[in-house]
């Protein structure tokens, strides 16, 4: 047999009948193989892939050399600490992969794997490489990510042939001069190091395709980013870049480009060119963290104040991040970015927006979080495919009649404005699931809000399954599922009997927490003075009919809480996660 697969069959050794045979592929993954007995070598002469990822090997045969004819060697994810240095005489190995074991170094003749391609070692404790490492001229793919290397040796740059070099997650603060003098890179990746500069000159600035080199501490750039003609892709976040970081010429030679990462930087400027950068996709200068990671103090993002004229050439944008920079005026023109379906122009010090900003015909997520504006353009309302829409932390005191327009939209967040009351425009958004409405000064009660009404979604839920959260009144929705009212406030029961609004607070399954709140539920005896303080609705309701709540005021709460009946949705709702619920919340 020429080719035999014995994976995953619980073996503790390599069967004699194996070894016994002309065998040229052999797959020995996911056992529990510790050693290789002398004999392997002696009898598999033939064999030209081995595969025995996913074992217990701690080292290999000394006699790894009698197997001449491998041409792809793996050993991933395994505990090998030491290879032998017989293994540089497989003159025709090919591939080799090695990741995921306890490797501290590479054998010193690694260099004699004249024929090596392929050679992977990430995920192990490798601290330096042998001073001939760069005699592997037909390396064409190098990943050493995930170890532990402060150099690279000056050889290095003898490595020719290499296409595709990753030194992520390194301990690396410099490269080797003659870093530069690779000539055939396509993809590169130094991501994570302690990087402060790059070479001024590198020979691979003509085939470069992408660059990572997030979470570096390069403060500048050098001149042949200019030069990058191929470049599709640059990951820059997280650096110590500043002022106009890049040369003048960046957006006329880098036509290709089509993701830019600066994020997390202190970039104040960009070079006017750059809106020449016309095939340009996904641009991020704003925080390196995502919405749930960011810190509602201190900022990560850039330091933008304004963006050049030329910005708005970039056609070609779907997706925009300018989030935590400093940003006062956008272009009068911003709106001609029309293949945006992303923005994020949260936490920047904007008053107003552009009457052109309600043309973003392909817009759908829309963040404008933590700005200063005072209204919204009468074309805010051309926005029909907006989906989700954050104004929070505004002073916003009414939304323009066109909002009514917002046919999409699913999910508004008008938290902490300057609003008096519900805005008469939103109770014509048909589609609206969430609302938020928390940190306004409403003096509304509830028969002044609007009426809401579901069309259900789900299925239905099998009334024998276990933990069967849905198809009755849970004691933690009957205590929390409530308009928080001033004693004096309470309205008759009968103001709720006929309205749909009564069917979405009987129809909750959750509630919405959101910005930085604590869970009410956990803290049942904090009451707020408003009448109104939130909103949430999702149209997935079920279509079940709970038993009509009791409404509670801070007087009745108590005795709820004594009844011993709260069972915790939380823990049953993960239970049945891949279900999506209906929410309300008053908050």
Same mark, same amino acid.
């Given at each position: 047999? +020429?080719?035999?697969?014995?994976?995953?069959?619980?073996?503790?050794?390599?069967?004699?009948?194996?070894?016994?045979?002309?065998?040229?592929?052999?797959?020995?993954?996911?056992?529990?193989?510790?050693?290789?007995?002398?004999?392997?070598?002696?009898?598999?002469?033939? &064999?030209?892939?081995?595969?025995?990822n996913g074992n217990n090997l701690v080292t290999l045969p000394g006699n790894i050399c009698l197997l001449s004819e491998l041409h792809e060697l793996y050993l991933k994810e395994n505990y090998i600490a030491?290879? *032998?240095?017989?293994?540089? +005489?497989?003159?025709?190995? !090919?591939?080799?992969?090695?990741?995921?074991?306890?490797?501290? !170094?590479?054998?010193?003749?690694?260099?004699?794997?004249? !024929?090596?391609?392929? $050679?992977?070692?990430?995920?192990?404790?490798?601290?330096?490489? *042998?001073?001939?490492?760069?005699n592997l001229e037909c390396l064409s793919y190098l990943n050493l990510s995930y170890n532990s290397i402060e150099y690279?040796? +000056?050889s290095f740059g003898n490595l020719t042939n290499l296409k595709t070099l990753d030194l992520s997650s390194n301990s690396l603060m410099s490269l080797p001069d003659s870093f530069q003098? &690779?000539?055939?890179?396509?993809?590169?990746?130094?991501?994570?190091?302690?990087?402060?500069?790059?070479p001024d000159t590198f020979l691979s600035s003509h085939t470069l395709q992408k660059l990572v080199m997030c979470q570096n501490h390069l403060s500048h750039i050098p001149p042949w980013f200019s030069e990058m003609e191929n470049i599709k892709e640059i990951y820059l976040s997280d650096n110590y870049l500043s002022k106009t970081p890049f040369p003048e010429e960046f957006g006329e030679k880098?036509?290709?480009?089509? $993701?830019?990462?600066?994020?997390?930087?202190?970039?104040?400027?960009?070079?006017?060119?750059?809106?020449?950068?016309?095939?340009?996709?996904i641009l991020d200068l704003g925080?390196?963290?995502?919405?749930?990671?960011?810190?509602?103090? $201190?900022?990560?993002?850039?330091?933008?104040?304004?963006?050049?004229?030329?910005?708005?050439?970039?056609?070609?944008l779907s997706k925009l991040e300018l989030d935590e920079n400093q940003i006062e005026v956008l272009p009068e023109e911003f709106g001609c970015l029309k293949n945006l379906t992303y923005l994020d122009l949260s936490k920047n010090n904007l008053k107003v927006l552009p009457e052109s900003f309600g043309h973003f015909e392909q817009l759908r997520v829309c963040l404008l979080s933590m700005?200063? $504006?005072?209204?919204?353009?009468?074309?805010f309302g051309m926005l029909k495919v907006v989906e989700e829409l954050k104004l929070d932390s505004n002073l916003l005191e009414y939304l323009p009649e066109s909002f009514e327009n917002m046919v999409a939209l699913k999910s508004l967040d008008l938290y902490n404005n300057k609003l008096t009351k519900v805005p008469e425009v939103v109770k014509k958004l048909k589609s609206l699931k969430h609302l938020e409405l928390r940190g306004n000064d409403f003096g509304s009660s509830l028969e002044d809000l609007f009426n809401i009404s579901f069309k259900p979604s789900y299925q239905k839920r099998d009334p024998n399954a276990e933990d069967n959260w849905r198809g009755r009144i849970r004691s933690d929705i009957k205590l929390y599922a409530w308009v928080r009212l001033k004693k004096s406030d309470i309205p008759d029961r009968k103001c709720l009997e006929n309205d749909t609004f009564r069917e979405a607070l009987t129809g909750a399954a959750a509630l919405w927490r959101r910005h930085g709140e604590k869970d009410i539920r956990r803290n049942p005896k904090e009451f707020s003075d408003l009448a109104v303080n939130g909103i949430d609705f999702t149209a997935e309701n079920d279509d079940f009919n709970f038993e009509s709540p009791e409404i509670l005021t801070e007087a009745n709460? !108590?005795?709820?809480l004594e009844t011993g009946e709260v069972e915790y949705w939380d823990d049953d709702a993960e239970s049945y996660s891949s279900s999506k619920f209906s929410k309300l919340s008053f908050m």
């Open positions: 047999m +020429e080719e035999i697969c014995l994976k995953s069959q619980g073996l503790e050794d390599v069967p004699d009948s194996v070894m016994n045979s002309n065998c040229k592929n052999l797959n020995l993954d996911f056992n529990d193989i510790f050693t290789l007995p002398s004999t392997f070598c002696e009898n598999l002469t033939s &064999l030209t892939i081995l595969s025995i030491k290879l *032998p240095e017989t293994l540089g +005489e497989l003159k025709h190995l !090919q591939e080799l992969n090695l990741i995921g074991n306890q490797l501290k !170094q590479l054998p010193e003749n690694i260099h004699s794997l004249c !024929q090596l391609v392929m $050679l992977n070692v990430s995920e192990n404790i490798i601290e330096s490489l *042998p001073n001939t490492f760069g690279l040796p +000056e003098n &690779l000539p055939s890179l396509e993809i590169l990746n130094l991501n994570s190091n302690k990087i402060k500069t790059l880098c036509h290709n480009l089509e $993701l830019l990462d600066l994020s997390g930087n202190n970039i104040t400027g960009l070079p006017n060119s750059f809106g020449k950068l016309t095939n340009l996709s925080s390196s963290f995502d919405e749930l990671g960011r810190n509602p103090i $201190l900022s990560n993002g850039n330091e933008l104040v304004c963006l050049p004229n030329s910005f708005c050439n970039l056609k070609n700005n200063y $504006l005072t209204c919204l353009p009468p074309s709460v !108590q005795d709820t």
